[in-house]
């Protein structure tokens, strides 16, 4: 049997060669390659209605919608990520491999991601000039943060609960956050919460 490394070094330039071939995803990290953590029935869902909520009404714009496996350069040559959803409707994104120019990012929560992406993935996130909302989504109950770069450029968040509309300005689209008789019957399709969710 081969050890493997605890820690793999690289350049950025052979990391985005040599990540392409690997059956796991790996993000990029200053010259570390760390190994993505695969993820919860709920969190993969959640992400896939979000996906096709987001795909269905850009589907007529210069916009482009992406899941999962299509990372994003946060910084060139040092950071590499790969959000759960990602918008580009900057016409410079043309590399076949990444997106550099987001204008949202959405990030579905779970226990082993939460602090990276409230803490140093935001803070690396919001240095991108082209980035202008940051959506974190829970998955345990119903709820959606999103965090929105102002005209001053501070980033100023606003929660949204059951009943109310979930408006996503960067590319002008509105999600229902509950429908008749069904709370987040679009957002949250056949998602299994782990306590009864109320109307409260």
Not at 34 to 58: E, P, Q
Not at 180 to 189: P, V
Request: negative net charge.
């Amino acid at each position: 049997m081969v050890a493997l490394p605890d820690r793999i070094l690289m350049s950025a330039e052979e990391y985005l060669v040599w990540e392409p071939t690997q059956e796991e995803r790996y993000e990029y990290w200053d010259g570390e390659v760390v190994m993505m953590s695969g993820a919860t029935r709920n969190h993969n869902r959640i992400s896939a209605n979000f996906f096709k909520l987001l795909d269905d009404a850009l589907a007529d714009r210069s916009c482009e919608v992406y899941i999962v496996d299509v990372k994003v350069q946060v910084e060139p040559g040092q950071k590499y990520f790969y959000p759960d959803v990602v918008v580009t409707c900057d016409e410079r994104d043309d590399d076949p491999q990444l997106v550099q120019f987001p204008c949202l990012i959405i990030e579905v929560l779970s226990p082993s991601t939460e602090a990276a992406d409230r803490g140093k993935k935001f803070a690396k996130y919001r240095q991108s000039p082209t980035l202008q909302e940051y959506v974190l989504v829970q998955v345990a109950q119903p709820g959606v943060e999103v965090f929105r770069r102002n005209e001053q450029g501070k980033w100023v968040l606003s929660e949204y609960n059951l009943h109310e509309i979930l408006r996503l300005e960067s590319v002008d689209v509105e999600i229902a956050m509950s429908t008749t008789g069904y709370a987040y019957a679009d957002l949250y399709r056949q998602v299994q919460f782990e306590t009864e969710v109320t109307d409260a």
